[in-house]
Structures are given as C-alpha cells and as structure tokens.
C-alpha cells in the first residue's frame, strides 16, 4: 500500500547514540545534513531527530555525570523544532548495547502507531482536526472504503560520524550479530568528510557491503573540526569555547564548572563496558572483516 503510493515518503527518525561530554554544534550539524540529505532524495520524511546520551556505567574516561551532559543537550535543543533529547539510555543502571537503544524507540513508535490507529477508529467528527493538518491530499474515494490506512511506522536510523562506523572495526567493541541488526532491519546514516575512508571501510566488510543500500553515507562539506575532546581541551586550558557550543551550554558549564582536570581522569583505567562486556565472548574475535 505505502510503497504503491509514490507521494508517500518514508517517514525516518534519526537517532544519535554518544558521549555527548559535552554536545557541540557539530552534534547539532550532523541531524541538519542528514535531515537535508535524506529530504533531497525526495523518497525520505525526517519526521524527528533525537539524540540519546550514554549513560554513566560507560566508564569512557572524561566522562561526566548524564544528568550534566543530559541537561546540555536539552539546553542545546531548545530552539530546535524537530531534534530532542531521550533520557531512557541514560537512566539504565546498566551500559546498553546501541541495537538495544534503536530497538527501544523503534518500540516506542510502534506503539504509539497503535494509539494512533485505535483513535482513528472514533468517529469522523474526532478525526477533523487531523483530517485538517494534510491538506490537498486528494484521496481517491476507493481509498475510503479501504481497510483502514495503514500508515507505516516510521524507520529508526542510527546517526554517527565516520569514527563511530568505523569503530565497527574494533576487536570486542561491537557484536557482528548487533551490527548486522543494524543495518539490516534499521539503517545507517553516517556523516563522513571528503577524502574520508569509509567507502573503504564499507567495501572491505561484507556485511556492510551487503547492506550497503541501507547505509547511508552524506558528504560534509562545510568541515567543520569541532569534538568534545577539544572542548574539555580548551576548557582545561581556560580557553574560550565561544561559537563551538550553543551559548545556553557554555553558560551552563561555566556555573556549574563541569570540565577540569580531575573529570577528565573519571574512569582513568577503567575498561570501557563493551569492551569489557564482549572481551570474554569469542566469537567476537571473527569482527567486521571476515
Ligand atoms: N566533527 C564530526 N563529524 C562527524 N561526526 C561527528 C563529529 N563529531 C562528532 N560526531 C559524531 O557524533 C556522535 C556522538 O559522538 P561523541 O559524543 O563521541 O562526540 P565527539 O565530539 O566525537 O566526542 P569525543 O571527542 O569525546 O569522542 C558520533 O556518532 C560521532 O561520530
Ligand atoms: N556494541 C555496541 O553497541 C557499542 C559499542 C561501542 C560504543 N557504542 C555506543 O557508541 C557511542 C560511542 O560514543 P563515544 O564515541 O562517545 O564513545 C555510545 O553511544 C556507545 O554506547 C555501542
Ligand atoms: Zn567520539
């Protein structure tokens, strides 16, 4: 049904999984670009964007409380119409696998689809107002007597840098099982600079090769440097970090002098959670390239 109508896009939720220690207006860039590709393909609706913080049990070294860095992105979000916040991964006592945080929304859409069509089953008169928000759609009057549309769930994308799908590389870090989930079932969209390797990186594992038209791939362009690293960097140093973030958060790590360098030795020695999560697993060792 949805797929015959070719005035249908697919609808897409874009989700970003990171440290955000803290969010940067890289973080913020990278939802406009995907946003701007996938609406230039003409075959894609990004009805949200949502930006999903790790939670502490992490242990990445640097990295601070997730009430701070949940906060930040809140502030940093304010203005945006369409990209928020999600604070579930972050509320995990545990670290959560990134597949386990893309099916968690994919579940949540799911079933604030079936509200959705529980509602369109009230009465017409109930309807008006959301028969309203889609003008000049001339439905044909067969469609009416149709079983009731069903509107497809919209997809859950993940959304990284170049750094994250390559780290798809890492010995232990990712499960093969959890990155062919991935880009099997939802997608990847991955910003990556001119001249970067990623087409290589896609071409030399066969499982991304083989889902290679569900990872997407959007040239930056206007490169833009910016990490948290180099934030907490110049935080350390006492330098300004004006016009790198969204000023509500360099105001916000200032009151609460969130970056010095004792955070930075949080977790200093500590093994990373995946790693320390998947190192006892064997099969892990048969990584991305075989
Ligand atoms: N300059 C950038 N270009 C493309 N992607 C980026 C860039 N900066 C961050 N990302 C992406 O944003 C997501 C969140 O990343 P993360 O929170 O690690 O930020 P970061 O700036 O890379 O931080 P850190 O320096 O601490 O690693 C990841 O998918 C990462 O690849
Ligand atoms: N196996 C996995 O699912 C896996 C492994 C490593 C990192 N991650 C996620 O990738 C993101 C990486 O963020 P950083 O680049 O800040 O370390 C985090 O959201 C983390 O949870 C997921
Ligand atoms: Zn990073």
Same mark, same amino acid.
Request: some cysteine; aromatic content about 6%; proline content about 4%.
């Given at each position: 049904?949805?797929?015959?109508?070719?005035?249908?896009?697919?609808?897409? !939720?874009? #989700?970003? @999984? *990171? /440290?955000?220690?803290?969010?940067?207006?890289?973080?913020?860039? $990278?939802?406009? +670009?995907?946003?701007?590709?996938?609406?230039?393909?003409?075959?894609?609706?990004?009805?949200?964007?949502?930006?999903?913080?790790?939670?502490?049990?992490?242990?990445?070294?640097?990295?601070?409380?997730?009430?701070h860095r949940v906060t930040m992105a809140k502030?940093?979000?304010?203005?945006?119409?369409?990209?928020?916040?999600?604070?579930?991964?972050?509320?995990?006592s545990e670290w959560l696998e990134t597949l386990?945080?893309?099916?968690?929304?994919?579940?949540?859409?799911?079933?604030?689809?079936?509200?959705?069509?529980?509602?369109?089953?009230?009465?017409?008169?109930?309807?008006?107002?959301?028969?309203?928000?889609?003008?000049?759609?001339?439905?044909?009057?067969?469609?009416?007597?149709?079983?009731?549309?069903?509107?497809?769930?919209?997809? !859950?994308? #993940?959304? @990284? *840098? /170049?750094?994250?799908?390559?780290?798809?590389?890492?010995?232990? $870090?990712?499960? +093969?099982?959890?990155?062919?989930?991935?880009?099997?079932?939802?997608?990847?969209?991955?910003?990556?600079?001119?001249?970067?390797?990623?087409?290589?990186?896609?071409?030399?594992?066969?499982?991304?090769?083989?889902?290679?038209?569900?990872?997407?791939?959007?040239?930056?362009?206007?490169?833009?440097?910016?990490?948290?690293?180099?934030?907490?960097?110049?935080?350390?140093?006492?330098?300004?970090?004006?016009?790198?973030?969204?000023?509500?958060?360099?105001?916000?790590?200032?009151?609460?002098?969130?970056?010095?360098?004792?955070?930075?030795?949080?977790?200093?020695?500590?093994?990373?959670?995946?790693?320390?999560?998947?190192?006892?697993?064997?099969?892990?060792?048969?990584?991305?390239?075989?």
């Amino acid at each position: 049904m949805a797929m015959e109508d070719p005035d249908r896009k697919t609808e897409v !939720v874009l #989700l970003a @999984c *990171g /440290s955000f220690n803290p969010i940067t207006n890289m973080h913020l860039r $990278l939802f406009e +670009l995907a946003k701007d590709y996938f609406h230039e393909t003409g075959k894609y609706k990004v009805i949200k964007g949502i930006i999903s913080p790790v939670g502490d049990a992490y242990k990445k070294k640097g990295l601070i409380s997730a009430n701070h860095r949940v906060t930040m992105a809140k502030l940093a979000t304010k203005n945006s119409d369409w990209v928020e916040v999600d604070d579930w991964e972050s509320c995990q006592s545990e670290w959560l696998e990134t597949l386990k945080v893309l099916r968690y929304h994919h579940q949540k859409l799911l079933s604030a689809d079936v509200t959705n069509s529980l509602q369109d089953a009230v009465p017409v008169t109930k309807l008006g107002r959301k028969r309203k928000q889609q003008p000049n759609r001339h439905e044909p009057i067969k469609k009416k007597n149709q079983s009731p549309v069903v509107k497809s769930v919209p997809q !859950v994308k #993940l959304l @990284c *840098g /170049s750094d994250m799908l390559e780290s798809f590389g890492i010995p232990n $870090l990712w499960k +093969l099982e959890d990155i062919t989930e991935i880009v099997e079932k939802h997608g990847l969209v991955c910003i990556s600079r001119a001249g970067n390797n990623v087409q290589k990186f896609i071409y030399e594992s066969d499982i991304l090769w083989k889902h290679k038209n569900n990872i997407h791939l959007v040239e930056e362009w206007i490169t833009n440097d910016i990490s948290s690293t180099k934030i907490r960097r110049a935080l350390r140093r006492g330098q300004s970090i004006r016009y790198l973030v969204p000023d509500v958060v360099r105001a916000y790590i200032e009151k609460n002098e969130l970056y010095s360098p004792e955070s930075e030795d949080r977790n200093a020695g500590v093994v990373l959670a995946p790693l320390q999560k998947h190192a006892s697993d064997s099969k892990n060792s048969q990584a991305l390239n075989n």
